[in-house]
């Protein structure tokens, strides 16, 4: 065992592993178990979702749907082909994540900063806090003809919607977190005569991180969902224009591919964050799951 | 180091419970006149709610008496500062580090340069006896090895006062006692002055060179018991033999008046 460092991400990972590995099982057994286990695993969380396509694929043939508007997966999944071999999949799907990735990563780079000011200064949050409350619960959305209208239909008014609704989970995710920091340990650091700067980097900052990251994972959500009907409304390229044009020019199995399109990068991108979410709180007692 | 309290008084401002905005002071501690020479081991005993905590967090600089001094060596304590190390009851430990990197955290604190950090950190875990744990988390370890680690964070950054505040309140019987003798050998080794607050009257014989028994409501020192227990290296049970039991009479004598009007006050601010 190393202990040369602490700390390192391999390490966070080890602990990881470490905490979710399975009980040991006899050798001779054991192989052949896990084998069939993983099996298990593999099968139970495929089911729904094998189910659900097969209810797609046979619904519309069996007339029990019109074909027209719901086709058969198999078409869905040709049309697919069709476009990510054209290279328009691609280019839709680029245009949305630079979209979507600048917004996410503007309102990371503003709400974590801010939410930890207005979280660990009271009179900021006295103050903010009645304006915040009013921003939150006004849908992201509603506001998208205002920010049309002051900041035209580029670029500059789909990545700020998505700056906008992503902001709110992750400030007021960041906030909780740094008023939920366990006062003892703050009191540690007030006996030690820690600065300012070094209580927030060493204790406040770390602690945090867990809840905080639940904001931004839900941001992450936020953004793509925000996006998708930012560019309905009025773009020439992403993944929400494409489906929209398509339904347009009534290219439905097209629609389809995007939609589909849409779902796999908003469970990847959940996935992502997952995996560095935890990480980054690896030492965190594990409550259950 | 040697402490000395003046005379110290501490008021807290504290809000009707009616809601109303008027707000009425409560003496927390009054007239504390207590001198702790260096390398002494000192135990505070008394009722909950006696100002114990209150003690301590004076003594650590994190509020300011209301009036009277506390000196360090003759200087007034003017802010916490790491010639004072605190212990608690819930050891506050930080989660996200391992053994070793909280016992670093006091040491950075210092500004001991990187390198020597680690094998010093070794050092003091040696110390308390957890060599093998480095690179546990806390949630990994058990509650008294948790209490290991904050003691050897304590000691690693040498501060010249060790201030406790009922740190073994939390575990069970058996880890206690193993941790009081631990203590007391650290203690031995390394000379430092130690303040530790309980409310067990057993532990405070066993530990306390000399033991200060509080009153409840404000709190103040009722007396102070020294201890003579003869030779602690003695390996028979200290604590059946009859100076032990001596003292512990002696000290519950004192406390029992004290926890019964600390009840009946309770009962009274309960009615109110």
Not at chain 1, 61 to 78: H, K, N
Not at chain 2, 163 to 179: G, I, K, N, V, Y
Not at chain 2, 236 to 254: G, K, N, T, V
Request: overall charge neutral; some cysteine.
């Amino acid at each position: 065992m190393s202990t040369t460092t602490t700390e390192t991400p391999a390490e966070a990972v080890r602990e990881a592993l470490v905490v979710k590995a399975p009980e040991p099982t006899p050798v001779s057994t054991g192989r052949a178990r896990r084998a069939g286990r993983l099996l298990l695993t593999v099968v139970t969380k495929s089911a729904a979702i094998a189910a659900l396509l097969l209810l797609w694929e046979s619904a519309p043939r069996l007339g029990l749907v019109d074909r027209t508007f719901l086709p058969p997966f198999s078409e869905v999944a040709e049309a697919w082909w069709g476009l990510a071999e054209d290279g328009q999949l691609a280019d839709n799907t680029q245009a949305s994540l630079v979209r979507s990735f600048s917004g996410f990563g503007i309102a990371v780079a503003v709400a974590v900063p801010l939410g930890l000011l207005i979280g660990w200064y009271r009179p900021v949050a006295d103050l903010l806090g009645p304006l915040l409350e009013v921003f939150r619960n006004t849908a992201a959305l509603a506001l998208l003809p205002v920010f049309v209208l002051l900041l035209g239909i580029g670029e500059t008014s789909k990545i700020s919607i998505v700056v906008y609704a992503c902001t709110w989970p992750i400030l007021l995710n960041t906030i909780s977190a740094v008023r939920n920091v366990d006062p003892t340990l703050l009191k540690l650091a007030r006996s030690m005569d820690l600065s300012a700067p070094r209580l927030f980097q060493k204790v406040i900052l770390p602690a945090s991180v867990p809840v905080m990251f639940t904001g931004i994972r839900l941001a992450g959500a936020v953004s793509i969902l925000v996006l998708v009907a930012a560019e309905m409304i009025g773009a020439k390229a992403g993944l929400g224009y494409l489906i929209n044009a398509s339904q347009y020019n009534f290219a439905i199995p097209q629609m389809y591919a995007g939609i589909i399109t849409i779902s796999a990068i908003g469970v990847a991108f959940n996935q992502l964050l997952v995996s560095v979410e935890r990480r980054l709180s690896s030492w965190r007692v594990p409550t259950g799951a | 180091m040697t402490i000395v309290f003046e005379n110290v008084r501490k008021e807290f401002t504290v809000k009707d419970r009616s809601g109303k905005r008027q707000s009425s002071r409560f003496t927390a501690l009054d007239g504390i006149d207590l001198e702790i020479a260096d390398g002494e081991f000192v135990v505070l005993v008394g009722p909950s709610g006696c100002g114990k905590s209150t003690l301590l967090d004076l003594l650590g600089g994190l509020t300011q008496p209301t009036s009277g001094r506390i000196l360090l060596d003759g200087t007034p304590v003017t802010g916490p500062g790491l010639d004072r190390g605190i212990v608690f009851q819930q050891y506050a430990l930080l989660p996200w580090r391992t053994a070793q990197g909280n016992v670093e955290f006091g040491l950075e604190a210092t500004g001991v340069p990187r390198r020597q950090r680690a094998a010093r950190a070794r050092e003091f875990l040696d110390l308390v006896g957890l060599t093998g744990f480095e690179d546990r988390h806390p949630h990994e370890l058990s509650g008294g090895m948790r209490q290991r680690v904050a003691i050897a964070r304590s000691l690693a950054y040498d501060p010249q006062v060790l201030l406790m505040d009922e740190p073994f309140a939390a575990l069970d019987a058996q880890t206690r006692e193993s941790l009081q003798d631990e203590l007391l050998s650290v203690w031995q080794r390394t000379g430092k002055t130690v303040v530790f607050i309980t409310h067990g009257i057993d532990e405070a014989v066993y530990l306390g060179q000399r033991v200060a028994v509080m009153t409840s409501r404000p709190g103040r020192i009722k007396r102070i018991v020294p201890v003579s227990l003869g030779s602690r290296t003695a390996t028979d049970d200290l604590r059946s033999s009859p100076e032990f039991a001596r003292h512990r009479h002696e000290i519950w004598s004192l406390l029992h008046d004290e926890v019964a009007r600390a009840q009946q006050l309770e009962k009274e601010a309960a009615a109110v």
